[in-house]
Structures are given as C-alpha cells and as structure tokens.
C-alpha cells in the first residue's frame, strides 16, 4: 500500500491548477439565481502562496470549494496537476478530495474524536498503519500539540482546534492546500501564530497555498493577489 492516496498532482513547478470558464449559480428561494462564480478562468502557480481576496459575498469561498471538489461547477473545466476533476467518476473524486488538504474557518473537527483521530480522519475507509499514525504524530509535533494528541477538540483553544485542522489536511500529503479564512476566528495574535505555521509548512514542503482572505495584512504576505468581485477576478497579479 502507497503511503499516500494518489492524487495525481506531482507538480512541484509549473501551474498546480487551471480554471478555465467557470460559472457556479444558486438558485435562490425566491427563484431567481445568483451567480457566485462568473466565467472564471485563473491559473495558479505550483508552489507559491496565492491569496484570494475580495468583499463578502465576491465568491472566495465558491471559488475554493470548486477547486477542492466541494463543490461542482455547471460550466468550465478546472485542472489540478494533470487531473480534470471536473470529468471525474465518484471513486476519483473522493481519491481527489482525500489528497486535497482544506483548512475551514469554523475548524470543522468532530467533537467525539481525540486529536489524533480527527487528524487521522480524511484517511477514513484506508488502512490505519503504523507508518500513518507516525505520520499524523509527526504532524502533531510540527503544529506544537504532540502533548495534546488524546485531547477532544472542546478541550482546545481555538487556536489550537486551528492547530489540529492544519494537520489533519497535511495528512494525505497534499501538492495543494486549500484555507477558507483560517484566522478569521481567532484572535490577532493567535492568528499571527497559525499564519506562520501555514506558511513555514507550505516553505517546507513546497505545497501550493490558495488562501481566502479579508485580511489585507496576510494579502501582502502572500506570493500573489487574486482580486474577486462579484464572482470574477479582476487582477491576478500583484
Ligand atoms: N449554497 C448556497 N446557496 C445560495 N447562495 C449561495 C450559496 N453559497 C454561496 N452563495 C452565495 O454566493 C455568493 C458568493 O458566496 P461565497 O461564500 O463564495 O462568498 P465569500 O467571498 O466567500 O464571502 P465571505 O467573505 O463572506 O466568506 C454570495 O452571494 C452567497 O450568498
Ligand atoms: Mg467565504
């Protein structure tokens, strides 16, 4: 067994994903429809740090959701390393999405699970090895919290849930990894700290950071702006 689900992104240069005429619509209760993402193309470099930023509501969020498979786009093609995840069987898509490391705002750990095992969790239906337990523990260490790894998630700050997020989505070893506002809930200094451990780890390991932000402070700290209004980017460069 490969230590790692084959995601089929191995670039480490070159453009980790392409976006090319993606529109994602709503349909509203009202039924008129709201569309969140408008004949988006974008091109995203391997191993840089890109920051998507724009008002509440422009489609940073729909715009990561789409690129990690959360969601589905009803028209374009979007390529993650060689792959065309918008033309993918279900099986290929879960394979996808397990190899793709996603940090939500809201944290999103299971409560019932210790630390470990939400760590563990996006492996969830695959051999738990030793060789993976060593892993998530290594993870552990790399966030600071190798001395919480039996804690439950509401035994943590929030700063420490954050911690445990950022390395359950390093678990599957992913080329990309996608954050959804990772600092909005947390205080400045907290967020300074989890900032900076995003950061390092994507210098570590090369991995491609999109990141979802208001912040204009960690914008500027990022490799590249992407620049969203309603549901299109308008400057991609810095
Ligand atoms: N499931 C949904 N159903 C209906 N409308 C939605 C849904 N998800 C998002 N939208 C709408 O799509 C638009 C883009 O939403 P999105 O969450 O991508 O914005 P955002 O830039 O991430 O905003 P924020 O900064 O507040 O997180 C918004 O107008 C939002 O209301
Ligand atoms: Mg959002």
């Not at 091109?43 to 890109?50: M, N």
């Not at 279900?90 to 996603?102: C, K, P």
């Not at 939500?104 to 019932?112: C, D, E, K, T, V």
């Not at 979802?212 to 991609?236: K, L, V």
Request: aromatic letters at 2%; one cysteine or more.
């Amino acid at each position: 067994m490969t230590s790692a689900p084959d995601t089929g992104i191995s670039e480490r240069t070159g453009l980790a994903v392409r976006v090319e005429h993606v529109s994602k619509s709503y349909r509203l209760g009202d039924g008129s429809t709201l569309t969140a993402a408008d004949d988006v193309t974008l091109h995203i470099e391997a191993g840089r740090f890109t920051c998507v930023v724009g008002a509440s509501g422009s489609g940073k969020s729909t715009l990561l959701h789409l690129i990690g498979a959360i969601d589905r786009p009803d028209a374009g093609t979007i390529r993650v390393g060689e792959q065309d995840i918008t033309s993918l069987s279900r099986r290929a898509l879960a394979d996808y999405r397990a190899g793709v490391g996603f940090v939500f705002q809201q944290f999103h750990l299971i409560p019932a699970l210790t630390v470990t095992d939400n760590v563990l969790a996006p492996l969830v239906g695959r051999k738990i090895s030793d060789d993976r337990r060593a892993r998530a523990h290594d993870l552990l260490e790399a966030v600071g919290l190798a001395d919480r790894k039996t804690a439950l998630p509401s035994q943590l700050s929030g700063g420490q849930q954050q911690r445990v997020a950022i390395a359950r989505a390093l678990i599957g070893r992913p080329s990309v990894l996608l954050a959804d506002e990772p600092t909005g809930n947390l205080d400045s200094q907290t967020a300074a700290g989890v900032m900076q451990l995003l950061v390092d780890l994507q210098h570590e390991h090369g991995t491609t950071l999109v990141m979802a932000t208001h912040d204009q402070g960690i914008a500027r700290s990022a490799e590249r702006i992407i620049h969203i209004t309603d549901g299109r980017p308008h400057s991609e460069a810095i």
